[in-house]
């Protein structure tokens, strides 16, 4: 696998361009949906969302996606978008680098491009990862998550470097609801913090929204472990505290008192946590689980609650041993 092909050129996907050539590999595409903008960020070499960083010259963009020819594609789109193009890819294993729950259907990334295709290879990169360090060649470390080792083994080659480690893991569904579920809790960490509340109730929130987490993954067939690393407790610390987060802004915004048509009308790129939370709480629901903090933050995205209905109700729930 020489011949990268990286679908989507929002920050991330860039990002991914960058480093997918840093690492060594012969050729790498870049695929944007919009033509205009592919023709402008093969010309400009930048990509607005990520000011500053270079866009190799061997990097090839394009918004043909019938002419890119892959042994590697990373799906880089957002989550609510991937079934339709996941669909239109030739043969080849799929590194999904998406989070989140697809609405309606409720399935996880890697079941989505099982429903499509059940004898494809796919894996799910996942961690605490922010695009515009990753483009920056900042120390970071992320996860692999596939069944195959062969397939771990191979992402891991074709993307890592001394600055990006990359660690395998045998637990996709363990990463895949990590990567979905933190960015719920970090909407509802936001709003904490945008309320002022402090940090001590930021703290008690991500700790228990860890819980849930953990819960829930071990509820569909992950491990518990798997969330206490990097796809699940480090995703959760960076996207709870770090402010390039689109999730945790946004609760910051509603904590503020801000109205969410308005923060999402004001907003270029997708918050993946706002089609994620009522899915998300829907399929613990069917598996019989309860996530208190999930539930509320659901119930103020779509207005069935304020905040600070929503914080009363958490604050009131009987008191148990941890």
Not at 32 to 59: F, K
Not at 80 to 86: D, E, P
Not at 162 to 185: C, E, M, S, T, W
Not at 217 to 227: D, H, K, P
Request: a neutral charge; one cysteine or more; glycine letters at 10%.
């Amino acid at each position: 696998m020489s011949r990268i092909a990286v679908i989507g050129a929002g920050a991330w996907g860039t990002a991914l361009a960058v480093q997918a050539m840093r690492a060594g590999n012969a050729e790498v595409t870049l695929w944007a949906r919009d033509p205009a903008r592919a023709a402008l960020l093969a010309e400009r070499r930048e990509n607005p969302r990520l000011p500053g960083v270079r866009l190799p010259a061997p990097v090839a963009v394009t918004a043909d996606l019938d002419s890119i020819a892959a042994d590697l594609w990373l799906l880089a789109t957002p989550m609510q978008f991937m079934r339709a193009i996941a669909a239109r890819l030739p043969e080849g294993p799929i590194v999904v680098c998406a989070k989140g729950i697809e609405a309606g259907t409720l399935l996880l990334p890697l079941e989505v491009i099982a429903e499509l295709d059940p004898a494809r290879s796919a894996a799910i990169l996942t961690g605490p990862n922010f695009a515009h360090e990753i483009a920056a060649c900042r120390p970071a470390a992320a996860v692999v998550a596939a069944a195959d080792p062969g397939l771990r083994g191979e992402v891991a080659h074709r993307l890592a470097t001394a600055a990006f480690r990359l660690y395998g893991n045998d637990d996709p569904i363990g990463g895949q609801i990590g990567g979905a579920a933190k960015n719920v809790i970090a909407i509802a960490a936001g709003a904490v913090i945008g309320a002022g509340l402090g940090e001590n109730a930021r703290a008690a929130l991500v700790t228990r929204g860890l819980a849930e987490l953990a819960r829930l993954a071990v509820a569909l067939g992950g491990r518990a472990e798997t969330i206490a690393g990097l796809s699940g407790l480090g995703d959760l610390l960076l996207t709870c505290t770090g402010l390039a987060s689109r999730n945790y802004s946004l609760g910051l915004a509603l904590g503020r008192g801000e109205r969410l048509a308005d923060i999402l009308a004001a907003r270029t790129g997708v918050t993946e946590g706002v089609a994620t939370t009522p899915a998300l709480v829907t399929r613990a629901a069917r598996a019989g689980l309860e996530l208190p903090i999930c539930s509320a933050v659901a119930a103020l995205l779509d207005g069935r609650t304020t905040l600070a209905e929503a914080i009363k109700a958490l604050l009131s729930r009987p008191r148990r041993d941890e």
